[in-house]
């Protein structure tokens, strides 16, 4: 019997409710309410960011280096052997509570209303084009960037502060320690610092992740070549995965820059950066082009494996929540 190009058999052991159970994990008639979509997002991205957070530092450690300075560009390995012989395996998962915070709220709202927003812009599967895609991805995206900004605030000066001479460092204790002394000594607005290049980098995230995964695999098992399986999704989310990183690094890299400028109430101490734009222009003219993507080999790194991660947790999860809603209904 086949279900959506997936073969399955049916084995004298496997009763026929259970069977027709699961094969509902795979129907697209069925539809997921909002609530679960937002904790099969945030869940997903959760796990993924849990597994690849050390990486994520090294990628913030070297898109600081040498900031504005016309030098030699940091090295992955030499970025790694610092961290450790300063603050040994534990400075690998500095800031980890606030990613995890961070992708419970920004995760969860770009993939909750990922599938609405595509819904309600093409009802039907069939001839999907991939502009729509395209939308619904920023959109969802850009909306889980707005409340997300404080989370990931917290978490960018947590990985970056290592760096810092221990005078100027802010050393948060975790993420509601972050989010009060920011709120305490900067003002609450404050919390929303480095909202715009934010903004973009969660636009581009989502439309290389989720639109382009979306559109790849559509188009892989329209092919007749592949069917809807673990090596479809791992292949297509393998590409979303570099085209994300490529598309982000330059917006990634501004997005840290302006985050980690110091602050101390009103006072603008150690600001560099009027903005999105202006960062990208003093870093071109101070670094030259490459200097756009400082840290893009650990950006592949932890953006693959986050991706293929975030993803392949995603299609597992959701395939459970039609199977449990089905068993619900009582089929």
Sequence with gaps: RRVRGTRLRIHSTLPRKAFFLYAMAFSSKAKLNTTTLFLIGGSSATAAASCTHPLDLIKVR????????SIERGHFLEAVRKIYAVQGLKGFFKGLSASIGRQVVYSSTRFGVYTPIRNM??????????????IAGATSGGIGAAVGTPFDLVM??????GRLPISERRNYKNIFDGLY?????EGPLSLWTGCQPTLVRAALVTVGQVSTYDQLKHSMIKSGYFADNFVTQLVA????GFITSVLTNPVDLAKTRIMNQLKEGSETKGVLYKGSLDCLWKTVKSEGLLGLYKGFVPTVMRMGPYTILTLLFYEQL???AYFLQSNKSGI
């Design 121 to 134: 812009l093409h009802p039907s599967e069939k001839d999907f084009p991939l502009y729509k895609r395209v």
């Design 237 to 240: 989310s393998m590409i979303a």
């Design 318 to 320: 959701t395939h459970l």
């Design 62 to 69: 070297l898109q600081l280096h040498g900031e504005l300075q």
């Design 156 to 161: 960018v000066r947590m990985q970056a502060d």
């Design 181 to 185: 002394r920011i709120v305490k000594t």
